[in-house]
């Protein structure tokens, strides 16, 4: 984004901008969305964190990509090709 590029947060939703987050997306994926997060706590116990974007915040009820996405229903991974959404 550009240099100015301002961050606005949506209220109720937790910042977690602050975690070393990681996608765990494969390589030549079209939509990163899915990550993981590992850090030590002050007891020594691990906190592991998954993280999936939340698309619903993004896509309006009844609109084209929302009733072409509830036709399609899911991606579909098979061993050599992938059937998106």
Do not use: F, W
């Not at 993981?36 to 939340?54: E, F, K, M, R, T």
């Amino acid at each position: 984004p550009p240099s100015d590029y301002k961050i606005e947060m949506v209220p109720d939703r937790l910042d977690l901008r602050h975690l070393p987050v990681l996608s765990i997306d494969p390589p030549g994926c079209k939509d990163i969305d899915d990550a993981l997060h590992c850090i030590v706590l002050p007891n020594g116990n691990y906190q592991v964190g998954v993280s999936i974007a939340d698309v619903t915040h993004y896509v309006l009820p009844g609109t084209a990509i929302d009733l072409e996405a509830a036709n399609r229903s899911t991606s579909t991974y098979l061993v050599n090709k992938r059937l998106d959404m």
